[in-house]
């Protein structure tokens, strides 16, 4: 697809962006980093790679950020792949915890508790 | 990050670095500060899989800053941000991100501090003023946060006193030292930060 070692979003590479988001320029769905994407589905043969790889990793969640990186792809070309894979039900997209201006006690106290055992 | 290494068909983590609990869900805090001050360090302190990249390119927005005359043609920067995990129980899990201090690249991840708990901002005593920017701009964005002073053996140590003066910093906002190698160190960085929280919290349900 691109030579060896050069990332695909490298200036001058001969798969535009575009190409591996299957033309769609923006994302209807909101990710967040920390969205946890978990696999519905077994990839189908007719799917990009990048997606199949999507759902292969994503057998145990993964974060977006997670995905971004094993994927090496930016941030915002991988919420497209996932939006498309949303919209098709071959992954669940799982919000991140909600946090308002001021977290929940027992939230941050999960948090706190955890953190001690490190 | 080395293309040569994602092969798609083998792309993802290795099998102890799996997520495994179905039904978890994420949260996050941002650990920002200047370069080369020890965010990804941090990062690798506490977390349990080795740290991670996630990368954007930055295009229209940066390039009135970015343009260089000398490489004709790119006008793309590409920004990277160093994370890691920590699984706090079965219901949730921590992702801490080190994010660069400049703001014009916090909004490549679609709001990087957008549901964060909060923020660990990471000091050099040697470059003390790449923090006054950080600051600033987590106030103006409400985002809570603890200063922690990152202790490099070759660098000058100051009361934190001096060091609270030196950046104008509230009374109310907590300042420790920590070596960002050392997992407990980093540890207690973080609890201070969940502490105050804490703190936050009960004042605003008074």
Redesign the interface.
Same mark, same amino acid.
């Given at each position: 697809m691109?030579s060896?070692?050069?990332?695909?979003?490298d200036?001058?590479t001969p798969v535009p962006l575009y190409v591996i988001t299957g033309g769609t320029g923006s994302s209807a769905k909101?990710? &967040? #980093?920390?969205? #946890?994407i978990?696999t519905r589905s077994a990839p189908d043969p007719s799917m990009q790679?990048?997606q199949? %790889?999507i759902l292969?990793?994503c057998h145990?969640? #993964?974060?977006v %950020?997670?995905v971004? %990186?094993?994927?090496?792809l930016?941030?915002?070309v991988v919420?497209v792949l996932l939006s498309q894979l949303v919209d098709d039900g071959h992954v669940e997209a799982?919000?991140?915890?909600?946090?308002a %201006?001021?977290? &929940?006690?027992d939230? =941050?106290?999960?948090?706190?508790?955890? =953190?001690?055992r490190? | 990050m080395d293309y040569a290494d994602s092969d798609l068909a083998t792309a993802g983590p290795r099998a102890t670095d799996m997520l495994l609990p179905h039904g978890a869900r994420g949260v996050k805090i941002v650990i920002v500060g200047g370069f080369g001050v020890g965010k990804t360090t941090m990062v690798g302190a506490v977390s349990e899989i080795p740290p991670l990249t996630t990368e954007e390119t930055m295009t229209q927005a940066g390039v009135g800053i970015d343009h260089n005359p000398g490489a004709s043609g790119k006008n793309t920067t590409t920004v990277a941000m160093d994370f890691g995990r920590i699984s706090i129980n079965q219901e949730l899990i921590l992702y801490l991100f080190g994010t660069p201090g400049q703001e014009r690249f916090w909004f490549l991840w679609n709001g990087i501090f957008e549901g964060a708990l909060g923020a660990i901002v990471l000091v050099d005593t040697r470059r003390i003023e790449v923090c006054f920017e950080v600051i600033t701009r987590l106030e103006d964005r409400r985002v809570p946060f603890v200063v922690a002073v990152n202790t490099f053996p070759e660098a000058p140590q100051y009361p934190v006193d001096e060091l609270r003066t030196a950046l104008a910093l509230s009374e109310s906002v907590p300042m420790v030292t920590c070596d960002a190698r050392d997992r407990a160190s980093c540890r207690d960085a973080l609890l201070s930060l969940m502490v105050y929280l804490c703190t936050l919290a009960a004042q605003e349900t008074v």
């Open positions: 691109t060896e070692h050069s990332s695909p979003w200036e001058g909101t990710f &967040d #980093l920390v969205t #946890l978990a790679p990048e199949a %790889a292969t990793m145990y969640p #993964l974060s %950020a997670e971004s %990186a094993y994927l090496s930016p941030f915002s919420t799982i919000a991140p915890v909600p946090v %201006a001021f977290p &929940d006690r939230l =941050l106290e999960a948090v706190i508790h955890g =953190l001690r490190l | -």
